[in-house]
């Protein structure tokens, strides 16, 4: 039943470690995005991919890479992880085109240690 | 660059009652959209409404109206007949006429909703 989904929802793991957070969507969407919310719930886009293009790449530190294997999944993998990257991350998807609403997973909240 | 802006970081409303969430921006195109969503305690990002800029009718969900000012570059959102699961983290966002283009967030308008 679930929409767009993001495992796991929460990630507790040590400064230097790589972690990855993957996500999928059962909407037949083309169009797929991962977003950072800060602690005072600032939320900014980091990726999107469309039809499995990287189509906006933001100023993400290249810790961060994006991986879509199909259209219907979208991963994050974080190396190196640093006290900044806590945050909750989510993901989203949409069909094609810049009036489409975006649907959103649950989000993914990652603490550094 | 555009620019989002919320100038309520919190807004309390009675329940049955009406509250209007304010949303600036700052754009240089003529054709974009702009959204309204909302985030629960349960951190779930929900639309709420969205308005295609070329549309002078403002854009009406049930209870949440907004008032669209195009030449004041201004959003704001009406929720009408508050209630309880109003409650919650509300965003304003907007995005260019451009496939590739991104959604642009404000800083949010946490609602209070009280008996």
């Known amino acids: 039943d679930t929409a767009v989904s993001q495992t796991p929802k929460y990630l507790v793991t040590q400064m230097g470690n790589d972690k990855s957070i993957k996500c999928e969507q059962n909407l037949g969407h083309d169009t797929m995005y991962w977003y950072k919310q800060d602690s005072k719930k600032f939320l900014k886009i980091m990726f999107s991919?469309?039809?499995?293009?990287?189509?906006i790449n933001e100023t993400v530190p290249n810790r961060f890479s994006p991986k879509s294997p199909d259209k219907a999944h979208l991963n994050l993998h974080i190396n190196s992880l640093e006290l900044g990257d806590s945050a909750v991350y989510f993901c989203a998807s949409s069909r094609t085109g810049p009036n489409q609403p975006q649907h959103f997973g649950d989000g993914t909240r990652l603490s550094i240690l | 660059a555009q620019t989002v802006t919320q100038s309520q970081p919190e807004m309390s409303v009675q329940e049955a009652e009406t509250v209007t969430l304010s949303c600036t921006y700052d754009?240089?195109?003529?054709?974009?959209?702009l959204f309204w969503y909302k985030q629960p305690p349960s951190r779930q990002m929900i639309l709420v409404i969205r308005q295609e800029a070329y549309k002078q009718q403002n854009a009406t969900e049930n209870r949440f109206s907004v008032n669209f000012q195009k030449a004041a570059k201004s959003f704001s959102l009406k929720i009408s007949d508050s209630q309880l699961g109003d409650a919650a983290m509300y965003f304003c966002?907007?995005?260019?006429?451009?496939?590739?283009?991104?959604?642009?967030f404000g800083t949010g308008t946490r609602l209070q909703v009280t008996l």
């Open positions: 966002a907007y995005r260019m006429s451009d496939t590739a283009s991104k959604l642009t």
């Open positions: 754009t240089s195109e003529s054709d974009y959209y």
């Open positions: 991919y469309n039809n499995k293009e990287l189509i």
